[in-house]
């Protein structure tokens, strides 16, 4: 899996028809900055409202996905999410002039197509992974729906189904890494069975359905003035059975297509969960209601894990910024640079890290045969890492200076002794006007917090 947050190289675009609304839409890709996540964006409605790919904007689950926003609404988004995910793409913005998303040929295929074609590019900011502690499960008795996580440092899914249909018969699929998703996944369609037909379109639903952009399963007898109509419906002088029970279609992908586009569907659906997962995934029998219900399940635990912010030090991973990148930005030299590296940085919040050992220069004179790091170089360490955050909202950090104009309200909770290391996360409080910024901040030996406090910093250009 990536370690850093991706977005696309440039702007990309695609037509198509919306399964359910029937409508023609134009939907455009854009670049979106780390920390960004996944927006759609509505332009053909007054005030170009945006909605945010989250689980709790789910307002409809008729045979899709919808999500609805500020008075905006997005039909089926399921798919694009998937192919999102699958190529590990955190931040993007994606433009739609109708009310849903092109069902294209029922798969995720062409969205992966022309997201390839718009490039990946890497960003400087970590993903925020969820990783489970423990298993989380949902299970919905009338529906015979089970779904569960369980903890794997890594992002699998594995889906079985049962119709009790001789067609279909019981079908397994599995992504064991989600580089596979491409190759093994995403050219899977949508599918249902024929008896459905005629409901879905009595339910005002499939208005854009067409026998090329999906999988109609026939698992009883048809009569011949059955097919005629169905041939009506879709506008088709003449539809047939095949002797595998598809009607008039394209031969299958896989054997096991309907099963693995229920993969491709529980991929989707979690995305609204709104961060990147680790962990397996099992799913019996799933549909859009029972993945949604278990994004929230999953959303909620987020949320409990995220209760206090902690920031999340992996020392495995290779940072945003490294010492070397760190001076080329700040100023400061030995003894007085005392961050050694950054380990997330966005538009809003920054994070890093200060190794306290007793080789530091001023232990030989802050008590020295009990040796507590001095509060004020913990505040300096945490204005460094402030600073970076404030640097990193203009295009030539080298070119500036940043001056700290105030230290408020700060709390030393534990002291700090060699041998600790520091991860400090620094937050902008609003936006920065006219140069100054205001943050606060939050010092860390593993979860137990030993400073805080606000602080406000100007940032000047060196030639001015």
Same mark, same amino acid.
């Given at each position: 899996?990536?370690?850093?947050?991706?977005?696309?190289?440039?702007?990309?675009?695609?037509?198509?028809?919306?399964?359910?609304?029937?409508?023609?839409?134009?939907?455009?890709?854009?670049?979106?900055?780390?920390?960004?996540?996944?927006?759609?964006?509505?332009?053909?409605?007054?005030? @170009?409202?945006? *909605?945010?790919?989250? *689980?709790?904007?789910?307002?409809?689950?008729?045979?899709?996905?919808?999500?609805?926003?500020?008075?905006?609404?997005?039909?089926?988004?399921?798919?694009?999410?998937?192919?999102?995910?699958?190529?590990?793409?955190?931040? *993007?913005?994606?433009?739609?002039?109708?009310?849903?998303?092109?069902?294209?040929?029922?798969?995720?295929?062409?969205?992966?197509?022309?997201?390839?074609? $718009?490039?990946?590019?890497?960003?400087?900011?970590?993903?925020?992974?969820?990783?489970?502690?423990?298993?989380?499960?949902?299970?919905?008795?009338?529906?015979?729906?089970?779904?569960?996580?369980?903890?794997?440092?890594?992002?699998?899914?594995?889906?079985?189904?049962?119709?009790?249909?001789?067609?279909?018969?019981? @079908?397994?699929?599995?992504?064991?890494?989600?580089?596979?998703?491409?190759?093994?996944?995403?050219?899977?369609?949508?599918?249902?069975?024929?008896?459905?037909?005629?409901?879905?379109?009595?339910?005002?639903?499939?208005?854009?359905?067409?026998?090329?952009?999906?999988?109609?399963?026939?698992?009883?007898?048809?009569?011949?003035?059955?097919?005629?109509?169905?041939?009506?419906?879709?506008?088709?002088?003449?539809?047939?059975?095949?002797?595998?029970?598809?009607?008039?279609?394209?031969?299958?992908?896989?054997?096991?297509?309907? $099963?693995?586009?229920?993969?491709?569907?529980?991929?989707?659906?979690?995305?609204?969960?709104?961060?990147?997962?680790?962990? @397996?995934?099992?799913?019996?029998?799933?549909?859009? $209601?029972?993945?949604?219900?278990?994004?929230?399940?999953?959303?909620?635990?987020?949320?409990?894990?995220?209760?206090?912010?902690?920031?999340?030090?992996?020392?495995?991973?290779?940072?945003?910024?490294? =010492?070397?990148?760190?001076?080329?930005?700040?100023?400061?030299?030995?003894?007085?640079?005392?961050?050694?590296?950054?380990?997330?940085?966005?538009?809003?919040?920054?994070?890093?890290?200060?190794?306290?050992?007793?080789?530091?220069?001023?232990?030989?004179?802050?008590?020295?045969?009990?040796?507590?790091?001095?509060? *004020?170089?913990?505040?300096?360490?945490?204005?460094?890492?402030?600073?970076?955050?404030?640097?990193?909202?203009?295009?030539?950090?080298?070119?500036?200076?940043?001056?700290?104009?105030?230290?408020?309200?700060?709390?030393?909770?534990?002291?700090?002794?060699?041998?600790?290391?520091?991860?400090?996360?620094?937050?902008?409080?609003?936006?920065?006007?006219?140069? =100054? $910024?205001?943050?606060?901040?939050?010092?860390?030996?593993?979860?137990?917090?030993?400073?805080?406090?606000?602080?406000?910093?100007?940032?000047?250009?060196?030639?001015?």
């Amino acid at each position: 899996m990536k370690i850093k947050q991706h977005t696309i190289k440039k702007s990309v675009t695609l037509s198509g028809v919306g399964l359910h609304t029937g409508v023609q839409a134009n939907m455009t890709f854009l670049p979106a900055k780390p920390g960004h996540g996944i927006k759609f964006q509505r332009i053909d409605l007054e005030g @170009q409202p945006t *909605v945010d790919a989250d *689980v709790d904007n789910v307002v409809d689950l008729s045979r899709g996905t919808t999500i609805e926003q500020s008075g905006a609404r997005v039909n089926t988004v399921e798919h694009t999410l998937a192919a999102l995910v699958g190529l590990e793409i955190d931040n *993007v913005l994606i433009q739609l002039d109708g009310p849903e998303t092109p069902i294209m040929d029922g798969s995720s295929k062409q969205f992966v197509e022309i997201l390839n074609e $718009a490039g990946m590019e890497e960003q400087n900011a970590l993903r925020d992974f969820f990783e489970l502690q423990d298993g989380i499960f949902y299970r919905d008795s009338a529906r015979d729906v089970e779904i569960g996580a369980l903890p794997l440092d890594d992002y699998r899914v594995t889906v079985m189904i049962d119709y009790n249909s001789p067609v279909l018969g019981s @079908q397994h699929a599995y992504l064991n890494d989600i580089s596979m998703f491409e190759k093994e996944i995403a050219s899977c369609r949508t599918f249902c069975f024929l008896h459905e037909l005629e409901m879905l379109h009595k339910n005002n639903l499939i208005k854009g359905g067409d026998l090329n952009n999906a999988i109609v399963v026939v698992d009883r007898i048809v009569e011949d003035h059955e097919l005629d109509s169905i041939a009506k419906l879709f506008n088709k002088p003449k539809v047939e059975v095949k002797k595998e029970g598809i009607l008039n279609n394209v031969e299958l992908r896989y054997k096991n297509e309907p $099963a693995r586009h229920k993969l491709l569907d529980v991929i989707g659906d979690l995305a609204l969960a709104g961060r990147p997962i680790k962990a @397996q995934i099992l799913a019996a029998r799933p549909g859009h $209601a029972a993945n949604v219900a278990f994004a929230k399940k999953l959303k909620r635990a987020m949320e409990k894990s995220s209760k206090h912010n902690l920031p999340k030090y992996n020392p495995n991973l290779p940072p945003v910024l490294d =010492i070397n990148q760190i001076i080329n930005i700040l100023p400061h030299r030995y003894p007085f640079l005392l961050i050694d590296k950054i380990i997330h940085l966005d538009d809003e919040s920054v994070s890093g890290v200060k190794n306290v050992t007793a080789n530091e220069n001023f232990f030989q004179g802050h008590f020295p045969g009990n040796p507590v790091m001095p509060g *004020v170089l913990q505040v300096e360490a945490m204005t460094q890492i402030g600073g970076i955050l404030v640097l990193n909202t203009v295009p030539d950090p080298e070119n500036y200076w940043t001056y700290f104009l105030a230290i408020e309200n700060f709390r030393f909770r534990k002291m700090v002794l060699p041998g600790d290391t520091m991860v400090i996360k620094c937050d902008l409080l609003g936006p920065i006007k006219r140069g =100054i $910024a205001k943050m606060a901040g939050r010092a860390y030996v593993g979860n137990t917090l030993v400073c805080e406090g606000t602080m406000m910093a100007s940032i000047v250009r060196k030639d001015s």
